[in-house]
């Protein structure tokens, strides 16, 4: 299983679109709060439409919860603009997870530092100027790249 996580996101439609993307891939959600939002919110659900009842998601009061719970990811790769190291560059196992910050800031100093550099990613600009891509574009991209290794759609398909 992939885990996808996200640390104190804002948007509601980036977390529905996620969410959506989540079940789709039969992936694990996490949302570690707080939230930007109430999850109630009605972009959530129309970003996410029917696919949230679908949805494997756990929510975390906070990251030491988050990383205390018997759900949560063997392995973890934060993507960040402020890495060297390519997401393409990883090959990833069963029960890792894909780490995102929030829209406005990312994920915090101490966050990139718990991790280290050998677990920070980028998804590759060719425009260094432009800031970054928005986040469910991010964990879209992600993702895929990891569904692509494993091949797993296919398989049940």
């Excluded at 959530?44 to 990251?63: A, E, I, N, T």
Aim: charged share 25%; proline share 6%.
């Amino acid at each position: 299983m992939l885990h996808v996580v996200l640390f104190r996101p804002e948007i509601p439609q980036n977390t529905g679109n996620i969410g959506r993307l989540c079940a789709l891939t039969r992936s694990r959600l996490h949302l570690i709060h707080p939230l930007g939002f109430r999850i109630t919110d009605r972009h959530l659900k129309r970003s996410g439409m029917d696919y949230w009842k679908s949805l494997d998601v756990l929510h975390h009061d906070d990251w030491e919860s988050f990383q205390k719970h018997p759900g949560a990811p063997r392995r973890l790769w934060l993507l960040t603009t402020k890495a060297e190291k390519s997401y393409w560059d990883v090959k990833y196992a069963d029960e890792d997870g894909l780490l995102f910050g929030n829209e406005s800031s990312g994920a915090p100093a101490w966050l990139h530092e718990t991790l280290g550099e050998s677990h920070r990613l980028r998804i590759p600009q060719p425009d260094p100027a432009l800031r970054s891509l928005n986040l469910s574009t991010a964990a879209g991209i992600a993702v895929y790249e990891v569904m692509r290794q494993w091949r797993t759609l296919e398989a049940k398909a």
